[in-house]
């Protein structure tokens, strides 16, 4: 799964460490979550998308979507 | 960038940060009592063999042994229920593999040796072995991502 997160973590100026304190998780995950390593929970990616202010498919694509739209 | 370092149970020696307070608590919790079950097994072994008590305190000793495995357990699986979700996943894909290691391992020495008495040994070891293994690689491997 693809995800913005870093971009949108960067346009806000957060770190790892205070993104991981707004979503109750540890930074390992953030980090996971960055490059790819860990799929989010649905109630994470939720928490992630309340924080900023973005629907999830905005912030998580699966690549199929992507695949099909280059299509 | 400080890092942690946490306790024997899990992340042992493993500069890994940004654990939560939770974790870090429900961590220390579990190890502490899995380290009280496993030194209440051991004085009762020794206690039994040495001591020369009589038999009828076999039966306090393991009952306070059995209190001790309770309090580790109930400790061990409130950490996992707490646990932030990789954390969650890392330990319960190390049990999976340790599940499935003591399996196979046992249940073929059983079959090389029939009612040998290392039958209990030859379930639990590779069991621990993979499964603390498994926690490990997987925690160093979640350190070795952001480096």
Redesign the interface.
């Known amino acids: 799964m693809n995800n913005r997160l870093r971009v949108l973590r960067a346009e806000r100026r957060i770190s790892q460490a205070e993104l991981a304190e707004l979503l109750d998780v540890s930074r390992q995950t953030v980090n996971a979550i960055e490059v790819g390593k860990h799929d989010p929970s649905l109630p994470l990616a939720f928490r992630i998308a309340r924080v900023f202010g973005q629907p999830i498919e905005a912030i998580f694509s699966d690549g199929l979507s992507e695949a099909q739209a280059a299509e | 960038m400080s890092k942690d370092r946490i306790n024997l149970w899990s992340w042992h020696g493993l500069p890994?940060?940004?654990?939560?307070p939770r974790?870090k608590a429900n961590e220390n919790r579990t190890s502490l009592y899995a380290f009280l079950w496993v030194a209440c097994l051991a004085a009762i072994r020794i206690a039994s063999k040495y001591a020369g008590l009589p038999e009828w305190t076999i039966w306090p000793m393991a009952a306070v042994s059995l209190w001790c495995g309770w309090l580790f357990v109930r400790a061990f699986h409130r950490m996992l229920r707490e646990a932030?979700?990789?954390?969650r996943?890392i330990h319960l894909a190390g049990l999976a593999a340790g599940f499935g290691a003591g399996l196979i391992c046992g249940l073929t020495f059983t079959i090389l040796r029939p009612a040998a008495p290392g039958a209990v040994l030859a379930f639990f070891l590779p069991m621990m072995i993979v499964y603390v293994t498994s926690v490990i690689l997987a925690a160093r491997q979640?350190?070795k991502?952001?480096e």
């Open positions: 890994w940060s940004g654990l939560r974790d932030d979700e990789m954390i996943n979640a350190v991502d952001e």
